[in-house]
């Protein structure tokens, strides 16, 4: 159990001013600042979720994110705790001592609690994904996986709760309608093809943070096979040539021996 | 050695054996009737020397005693008798008006042997004359009955003939005849008994011996084909079974239903060996299932950690590069990983499928778009003709993993300027895929084994030019587990063709 955790976040915020955003810490409280809230409010995580290390690594990459995390590691207790507090999304992992994830579900769709839920499964458990979303799961994500994932899927599913625009991804003056698949810089309309439209939309939901080429490979093209690095490399100069090549600033920015990112703040 | 059917090689070797056996039972039946009958005749002779004296008592009526023989024997039986009376200087005193013409009388050797037993007999007891009419009236019939009314005279007729008698079978034109040689010190009488009836008889014999035997080994060929039938039955049942047993079906057993103690015993043992088979087949494939859900925690952790370090170290800085680095290893962990729970699942006929309708052709023409950027170093020609709006039920990210594969294989192990033919059409019942390059090719020796796990071309090529090793099995693995198929159609230097057939 975390204590106090806005608190720190408080101080968090107050240090990011003071000593001007240097550091990697800093980095990640400056983007806390605009991916972990909504609005003003601190989006609050519950994580049930056994395996202690796993838990710790994702209280860590949600807490950089700016998320309030809480951490519950057996099923009993873990589902005490959401009907007791208020969360604005609980993370669930299928295999629990005590209550399993899907029972937690259960319970708490039976109880009219309209917790958002992401299941954690793993991917060999294809019959348990379906059932959770039968039980009313709002997603899933399949270990392992990549906290940048995670924290794309909360943002989703926490707008959705909260009936906020879904559609409309917006960086700097770059901006991006899911639904009718629009892209403009500016005013300028831009024309992408699926694949060049996926690897922005992968860039733009995580902005600030870098991507490497493995981790762009899998989410973008969802292949579970290495078609070599290279692939992701010509989409992203394709990808420049389109969006950053007549704006003054660029917004894609190559992250040297890793990978990319898209400019935190333009 | 070409197997033959263990059925037809019992049927056969009944077949033979009692070939054998028939045949040698023959030969011996036939030699010994021969003889049998060789011996009647040479009674009949002795007998008829014995019972018609005359020829030494009368030296003068030889034409009556031809003609008092011939009327027991009957008309049909003229000419088949013949007479020759010499003397002891080898004078020939009578020959029978028969007598053939291709027989010299002169040749005949008359010689023979003292009878010791007869010769003390002929001393103490003098010749006698006829015991009796030499034919009994109304016995003569002459139908044909040699032996008739003769065999009682046979054997020895002490007295008389004071010399051995000889037989001998000569032939003269066409005919053959048992000639018997009797005699005393005086008198050499020569009679001979045609032979063609006993021979002719003995050769029907044979001739039907001839054509029953092969008759005789085929009812015991095919006797011999239906009871092995119903004796193999049951190993073909067995067989049978024991084909059905597969990965998928390692649980079958064969079920002991025959009665044969020799049969039981089979099924048994087979069943105990198909046991401790499925036990270390699951096992294995439960250990690789297993060991790829171990590794998962693990990887999670790592991923996740080396995630949260990259994103917090300073951008660009060494740091950074090395969390990027190992990010990129986990990511190939994951894969490997990956790749070893579907072979295990496939393995123990497990392989899960999240099947959904796929439009093949849309999803080909996205890979190939990428195989494309794949390609542009290498200035690889691309020869596309695929057939629209193809559908398929598939697990879509699996088949994307199988079709990737084949498509980075044919763009990676090509030459630049090489060029690289897909083809998607649909046929009646099933999707065709060809993936055609002009890579150097699979040697001969190594096509078969293309397809299995961790198979490299060249084992000197290094890992960033030939990705996993599981990238092909899996991919057979995956369109196996789709009803489809996948095949090395051919692989020669300038072209490599893979195909996939996939049903609609």
Known sequence: MRALPRAIDRTGRGRRVARGGTTGDARARARRNTVGHFGSKVVKVLVIEDEKKIASFVRKGLEAEGFMVEVSHHGDEGYTLATSRPYDVAVLDIMLPGRDGLSILRNLRDRKIPLPVILLTARSELNERLEGLNLGADDYLTKPFYIEELVARIHAVTRRATGAPQGILTVGDLSMNLLTREVKRGETAIELTPREFTLLEHLMRSPGRVLTRAQICERVWEYDFDPGTNLVEVYIQRLRKKVDAEAPVKLIETVRGVGYRLKPRP | ?504
């Open chain 2, 1 to 504: 050695m070409k197997p033959v059917s263990f059925r037809l090689r019992i049927a056969l070797l009944s077949a033979l054996i009692s070939g054998l056996v028939l045949g040698g039972f023959g030969v011996a039946t036939w030699y010994l009737l021969h003889r049998q009958k060789v011996e009647a005749v040479d009674t009949e002779i002795r007998g008829l020397g014995a019972r018609h004296p005359g020829w030494l008592a009368n030296r003068g009526s030889f034409d009556r005693l031809q003609s008092s023989i011939e009327f027991i024997f009957g008309e049909e039986h003229k000419g088949r008798i013949l007479l020759l009376v010499r003397d002891a200087q080898g004078q020939t005193l009578y020959t029978s008006p028969a007598w053939p013409d291709g027989l010299d009388p002169n040749q005949i050797d008359c010689s023979l042997e003292d009878d010791p037993a007869a010769s003390n007999e002929a001393a103490t007891n003098p010749p006698s004359l006829p015991r009796g009419p030499p034919w009994r009236p109304g016995g003569g019939g002459g139908r044909g009955g040699m032996g008739r009314g003769l065999g009682m005279g046979g054997g020895g007729t002490p007295g008389l003939f004071t010399k051995i008698p000889r037989f001998f079978t000569v032939r003269a034109g066409d005919s053959a005849w048992r000639l018997g040689i009797l005699g005393n010190n005086e008198v050499r009488l020569v009679v001979g008994l045609n032979f063609d009836q006993v021979q002719a008889e003995l050769n029907r014999m044979r001739n039907i011996f001839a054509v029953t035997l092969p008759l005789a080994l085929l009812l015991v060929g095919s006797g011999g084909w239906l009871v092995a039938g119903r004796a193999l039955r049951p190993l073909n049942t067995i067989s049978a079974m024991a084909e059905g047993v597969t990965a998928q079906g390692l649980d079958k057993r064969i079920p002991a239903s025959g009665s044969d103690v020799e049969i039981t015993r089979l099924v048994r043992v087979l069943n105990g060996m198909m046991d401790r088979l499925e036990a270390s087949f699951r096992q294995a494939t439960r250990f690789s299932a297993d060991a790829s859900h171990e590794l998962k925690t693990p990887l999670a952790v790592m991923q996740g950690e080396l995630e949260n370090a990259l994103q917090a170290a300073e951008p660009g800085s060494a740091a950074q590069q090395v969390f990027g680095n190992l990010l990129e290893e986990t990511q190939r962990l994951k894969r490997i990983t990956r790749g070893l729970l579907l072979l295990s699942q496939a393995d123990a006929g497990q392989l899960k499928l999240a099947i959904e309708d796929v439009d093949f052709s849309a999803e080909l023409e996205g890979l190939i778009e990428d195989a494309r950027v794949l390609a542009a170093d290498s200035n690889l020609a691309f020869d596309v003709r695929i057939e629209p709006r193809v559908r398929v039920q598939a697990d879509r990210s699996l088949l994307q993993m199988a079709l990737l594969n084949l498509l980075s294989n044919a763009v990676k192990y090509n030459e630049p300027g090489g060029a690289v033919a897909v083809t998607l059409e649909a046929g009646d019942a099933q999707a065709r895929l060809t993936v055609c390059n002009s890579g150097p090719g699979v040697p001969p020796s190594d096509q078969a084994r293309v397809f299995e796990r961790f198979y490299r071309a060249d084992p000197t090529r290094t890992r960033a030019q030939d990705g996993l090793g599981l990238g092909l099995s899996l991919a057979r693995e995956i369109l196996h587990a789709h009803r489809g198929r996948l095949v090395l159609a051919e692989s020669r230097p300038g072209r490599t063709r893979f195909e996939v057939t996939l049903p609609l």
